[in-house]
T-cell receptor, first 114, second 113 residues
């Protein structure tokens, strides 16, 4: 029962370093999402992929890039990390075409940028 | 300003007490979901409401969607320590591409034994 798997779970970066957060789902979902969670801010959408081969910006895309590698995998890249990107990042997936469909989340990746 | 405003931000109560969490917006939504998140984990869906005025019950949890589909509430009766967590409402914006959900800021609930 893997569901949505994110790696790494923890990462510490220095300002200016780059890194990629990996996400994979085994539920055959078409849509995948990357959110960041900061205290009191709930979850804010960074990027999403409605289906394989497509990606679109969410509410807070600046400083990030994404790749939908295949139907299972959706990665998030920070090219030049900044302290403002210190956050907990969540990957999620859901069936496409269902506005009321459930979002399934990974366990999160805690990133600290010094 | 967030599209969905949740109140209160934090709630601390004793075991056995009741509590209500609110989720409000000036926008109309086609559906609204409530999630609960425990420390170190991702949010997990509790319920989806789609009809104005709808009331759904999940054991001791009662969810209501406002008649105008702009607001919702979550009421917990006789809260237990296991109800401790972050409660998030999320709404599907009509005609939004990619089936995007927008989330409220969350209400952190602490139920003390």
């Amino acid at each position: 029962n893997a569901g949505v798997t994110q790696t790494p779970k923890f990462q510490v970066l220095k300002t200016g370093q780059s890194m990629t957060l990996q996400c994979a789902q085994d539920m055959n979902h078409n849509s995948m999402y990357w959110y960041r969670q900061d205290p009191g801010m709930g979850l804010r959408l960074i990027y999403y992929s409605a289906s394989e081969g497509t990606t679109d910006k969410g509410e807070v895309p600046n400083g990030y890039n994404v790749s939908r590698l295949n139907k299972r995998e959706f990665s998030l890249r920070l090219e030049s990390a900044a302290p403002s990107q210190t956050s907990v990042y969540f990957c999620a997936s859901r069936m496409a075409g269902r506005g009321t469909g459930e979002l399934f989340f990974g366990e999160g990746s805690r990133l600290t940028v010094l | 300003t967030q599209l969905l405003e949740q109140s209160p931000q934090f709630l601390s109560i004793q075991e056995g007490e009741n509590l209500t969490v609110y989720c409000n917006s000036s926008s109309v939504f086609s559906s609204l979901q409530w999630y609960r998140q425990e420390p170190g984990e991702g949010p997990v869906l509790l319920v989806t409401v789609v009809t104005g005025g709808e009331v759904k019950k999940l054991k001791r949890l009662t969810f209501q969607f406002g008649d105008a589909r702009k607001d919702s509430s979550l009421h917990i009766t006789a809260a237990q320590p296991g109800d401790t967590g972050l409660y998030l409402c999320a709404a599907h914006v009509p005609r939004a591409a990619g089936n995007k959900l927008t989330f409220g800021g969350g209400t952190r609930v602490l139920v003390k034994p």
